[in-house]
C-alpha cells in the first residue's frame, strides 16, 4: 500500500472499524502510520446483548466503550469519540455535520480517510456519516484535501458501481482482524463457537479476508443517499 502520512478511520459504531478495516489498520501501522478511529456513536440502541447475555439497554453504552477501547488498544490506534447518537445520525443536519468533521480533519490533517460508500453503506448510521464526511473533504481547500477510500458492502455494489479500485487481501493476518472483532464481545462473542468449526472460519475468512474500497472521486462519484 501506498505510504500515508495519518489514516483517519470514520464509521459511526464500535466494532466497524475492527469488521470493516482491521486488516488495512494492521498494515499501515506495520508501516509506522497514525490511525486515528473517529466513532460517531457508541452504539447503544443495538440489539445484541451478548451470547451469552451480558448487557441491558442501560449499560450497552458503557460496555461498548470499553470494548472499543480494547479493540482500539489490540490495533495500536488512537480512539476520538464524534458524541452523535446511535440510530439518528440520518436525522442529523448533514452541513453541520460536515463543518463539525471537517474542523477535526483540519486538525488531524490526515492523506488518507477511510469510511463508507454513502448509499452502499447498508445501515441508516454508515450512509448518514460517510455523506457527512465525504461532504466535509470537498469544503476543504482543494490543495489540502485528503484522499477517501470508500466502502461499499452492499450486494449489488458491484452491479452498480463497478469494481473497487482497493482491494486489500489481508487473509495472512486474519487471525489479528479476528482478535480485534472479538473485542467487541457484547457484539460477537457468538463468532466464537462458530469459529470452531473449520467450514464457518472458512466462509468468515472469505467474506471478511479483503477489504475493498473505491477511492472516492468527486467528479464520477456521487452521495446516493
Known amino acids: ?41 457508541l452504539g447503544e440502541m443495538g440489539r445484541n446483548m451478548g451470547s451469552p447475555i451480558i448487557a441491558n439497554r442501560e449499560v450497552l453504552a458503557e460496555i461498548r466503550k470499553k470494548e472499543l477501547e480494547e ?4 490495533l495500536d490506534i488512537q480512539l476520538r469519540l464524534l458524541g ?6 440520518e436525522f442529523e443536519d448533514r ?19 477511510i469510511t463508507h460508500y454513502p448509499g452502499h453503506g447498508v445501515h441508516p448510521d454508515h450512509n448518514a456519516l460517510a455523506a457527512g464526511a465525504v ?13 477517501i477510500w ?12 463497478g469494481q473497487p479500485d ?13 482478535s480485534a472483532i472479538l473485542k467487541h464481545t457484547s457484539q460477537a462473542g457468538g ?6 468449526d473449520p467450514e464457518r472460519l472458512e466462509a468468515h475468512k472469505a467474506r471478511l479476508g479483503k477489504e475493498r474500497y473505491f477511492i472516492w472521486d468527486f467528479d464520477k462519484h456521487k452521495i446516493l443517499c
Open 95 to 113: 452541513q453541520e455535520m460536515a463543518e463539525h468533521l471537517k474542523e477535526i480533519f483540519e486538525e488531524i490533517e490526515p492523506s488518507l480517510i
Open 135 to 147: 461532504e466535509a473533504v470537498r469544503l476543504m481547500e482543494p490543495e489540502k484535501r485528503p484522499t
Open 150 to 161: 470508500a466502502a461499499a458492502i452492499t450486494r449489488n455494489f458491484e452491479a452498480e458501481l
Open 1 to 41: 500500500m501506498e505510504k500515508q502520512k495519518h489514516v483517519v478511520v470514520i464509521y459511526p459504531h464500535p466494532d466497524d472499524e475492527s469488521f470493516g478495516a482491521a486488516g488495512s489498520i494492521i498494515r499501515f501501522r506495520e508501516q509506522g502510520v497514525p490511525v486515528t478511529y473517529l466513532c460517531g456513536t
Open 191 to 196: 463468532m466464537l463457537e462458530r469459529l470452531a
Open 84 to 89: 452523535y447518537r446511535d440510530k439518528t445520525l
Open 166 to 178: 482497493v482491494v486489500n487481501d489481508i487473509t495472512d493476518i486474519f487471525d489479528r482482524k479476528m
Open 71 to 74: 479493540a482500539c488498544k489490540e
